[in-house]
């Protein structure tokens, strides 16, 4: 008898699948496991100098999407967007030059240094933005949540003031649970959120107080991804609604501003039910010139027709972007964003090219999503689930794969937003057919689950799944594991030196997840099963 222990449930169905095919006398399905190497085919080419750090609205974006393009047909996949692989996503590229310094008038007076000190931008589609004498106002955590009984904002007018605000959420760092979600950064807690509701607020400024714990990431992160030309979807008002300047300071910039204004013990106070805004006594002063750049950007999408189901859908996302050619590290100017995110890329690839020589035609279809400007601000899968090529209702959930490690195989599965749906089940499952075995996210305060695209098809209620093995080595354990992601966070995140090494670099997780996402994908797209919200999600409300 065959044993099947070792053998995923993907392989299984697939197996299933031929003897069914055997019996009826037609051919057997080719089944097949992914290998490193054709990982490495893909991830080697999109991380390449030549493809100039994948940025849209570059050289490097028209040789990335013609490369996803080109492949997709030779796998013999069809177009995903009805006739075309592609699916123009209209934007307009702000290429803000700031002033070299901020200037801050009160009871004492500071000239601040750009990137050393402070990083400002606008998303407002103008010739120029400023703050002039705008009064600064302590506002907490930035955050209005009724359901939590907390309003940073109460008793304000923000108009022509600028505020001040700490990034993540008043729970950060307590040992409560209950208060918003403790050491779970929510939405509230995330760089977008404080800059929507300071919007709201009429502020005409925002500046978020960057903290490396809170953030997730170091100073280095901010200065160099908020830096030179933004993108943005085109909207109908050409930003008018956000606020003139938005931005961050360091930590050391606002330690110097607290204490002129007398205020102490910021983060302690903000972080009190209760809390009430707080005029600092001061004014600030910058400005921006900006040149403006109206084009389309693309998501590339390839699909797998289903059969029975073929109206349901499966959907995969992966971001193909990166942040281009910038600022010189150590000689180089070539973000080639290795990890993040021409793995997911490759992990994607690999899985559409195995699922189809498989043979198998599944019940519903499979749709793959290479989505771009994600590290503009999520807006390639933004601009999708605004515009679906297939309805969200009949969208049966999303697997994303981003920023896979590159550090052998592992024993986790870590899933990022864990207890939100009833995927990671099913994920669960498969995990322990590898020998592994599935974990929450090590540093849920860092909000990775608002910070990729997933969250995008969370808002409007697809069930959507992020996780790959990251925080248990195979052979090295748990403790070389979280040395490899610090390092990587520390070194790599979002700097020249994300380059595909593999002379150093181990395929062998990437393998383990991507086999996992496509027997997962298999199980979505061929059983009779719509994945679930968990109860405590905040998303259940969009679908039950």
Known sequence: MMNFKNFSLGTIFL?????????????????SKITADEISYFLNILASDEFEGRKPFTEGE???????????????LEPGNGDSYFQEVPMVEITGT???????????????????DFIVYTERETESASLKDSELVFC??????????WNDYEGIDMKGKTAVVLVNDPGFGSEDSTFFKGNIMTYYGRWTYKYEEAARQGAEGVIIVHETRSAGYPWSVVANSWSGAKLNLVSEDKGASKCAIQGWITLKTAAQLFKAAGIDNYTGKAATQGFKPESMGMSISTSLENKLNYAESKNVLAKISGNSKADEVLLYSAHWDHLGIGLAIDNDSIYNGALDNASGVACMMAIAQNIKKSGIKPERTILFNLVTAEEQGLLGS?????????????????????MMA?????????VIGYGQSDIEDYAAEIAKTQGRYIMPNQNPGAGLFFRSDHFNFAKVGI????????YDHKEKGKEYATEQMKAFTSNDYHRPSDEYRPETQDLGGMVQDAQLYMDLGLKL???PIYPKWKDGSEFKQMRP
């Open 15 to 31: 197996f299933a699948m031929a003897l069914t095919a055997c019996d009826k006398g037609e051919d057997k399905p080719q089944t």
């Open 62 to 76: 028209t040789k990335t999407v013609n490369f996803l393009e080109s492949e997709f047909k030779k796998m013999g």
């Open 98 to 116: 700031p002033a070299e310094t901020m200037e801050v008038k009160g009871k004492e007076s500071f000239t601040f240094k750009l990137k050393d």
């Open 140 to 149: 907490g955590y930035g955050i209005v949540a009724p359901e939590y009984n």
């Open 382 to 402: 933004a601009y999708y689930v605004t515009h679906p090529v297939y309805p969200v209702e009949k969208t049966v959930a999303n697997l994303n794969i981003d």
């Open 406 to 414: 590159a550090f052998g195989e592992m024993k986790d599965l870590t």
């Open 463 to 470: 069930p959507a799944f992020f996780a790959s093995g990251a």
């Open 525 to 527: 797209a061929n059983e």
